[in-house]
């Protein structure tokens, strides 16, 4: 059971926006431990997508963006377009369990 | 561009060992430039952080599986490895390798490149 606690989905027709949260506690993004986002296609490994809570590895696009307040990291995706359907995971340090935790994940659908 | 790729059996009877190697290219492990870790997901499920290795032997791991796990490194081979001892059926996952930029004993960056996965699965 993960500590990192995401909605199981969102969903959203194409061109709008999405945000998918990722709630954590005092022992991991709360204790200043930064957030990342990983985006996952079926059948393929992770991608990263934001690390730093904030910044986007070249290449992704900027329609991506991360946040970051209290114990919770934000990925909002803008101008969802069909190829963004995929599972999306949060990663950030637990100091408690001594080790990464990644989140629950979320699916992400275009209507 | 660091390039890893995940081999091993694809088939491990309960109660044994499972063992993968990770084959690294476009970067020398023993350059001391990251740490290398072990994640792995269940089918249809999420991702768990399994433990991770530095170029000089140190090591982490997660508390939920530290009883059962060993990682080693081979510099000579450019290669990194998972042992996981009596395994069950809930240890048949989708086993990645992955890389963080090195940046301190207790420092916890993202996991940046990633292999594509290989399957192992835990039956008789």
């Known amino acids: 059971q993960s500590v990192l606690t995401q909605p199981p989905s969102v969903s959203g027709a194409p061109g709008q926006r999405v945000t998918i949260s990722c709630t954590g506690s005092?022992?991991?993004?709360?204790?200043?431990?930064?957030g990342h986002w990983y985006q996952q296609v079926p059948g393929t490994a992770p991608k990263l997508l934001i690390y730093g809570n904030i910044n986007r590895p070249s290449g992704v696009p900027d329609r991506f963006s991360g946040s970051k307040s209290g114990t919770s990291a934000s990925l909002a995706i803008t101008g969802l377009q069909a190829e963004d359907e995929a599972d999306y995971y949060c990663?950030?340090?637990?100091?408690?369990?001594?080790?990464?935790?990644f989140g629950t994940g979320t699916k992400v659908t275009v209507l | 561009q660091v390039q890893l790729q995940e081999s091993g059996p694809g088939l491990v009877k309960p109660s044994q060992t499972l063992s993968l190697t990770c084959t690294v290219s476009?970067?020398?492990?023993?350059?001391?430039?990251?740490?290398w870790s072990w994640i792995r997901q269940p089918a249809g499920k999420g991702l768990e952080w399994i433990g991770r290795?530095?170029?000089?032997?140190?090591?982490k791991y997660s508390p939920s599986l530290k009883s059962r796990v060993t990682m080693s490194v081979d510099t000579s081979k450019n290669q990194f490895f998972l042992k996981l001892t009596s395994v069950t059926a809930a240890d048949t996952a989708i086993y990645y390798c992955?890389?963080?930029?090195?940046?301190?004993?207790?420092?916890?960056?993202?996991?940046?490149?990633w292999g594509q996965g290989t399957l192992v699965t835990v039956s008789s």
């Open positions: 990663l950030s340090y637990d100091i408690s369990l001594s080790g990464y935790v």
């Open positions: 290795i530095y170029s000089g032997g140190s090591t």
């Open positions: 476009g970067s020398s492990i023993s350059s001391g430039i990251y740490y």
């Open positions: 005092n022992t991991n993004i709360g204790a200043g431990y930064d």
């Open positions: 992955a890389t963080s930029v090195y940046c301190g004993d207790d420092c916890y960056p993202f996991l940046d490149h």
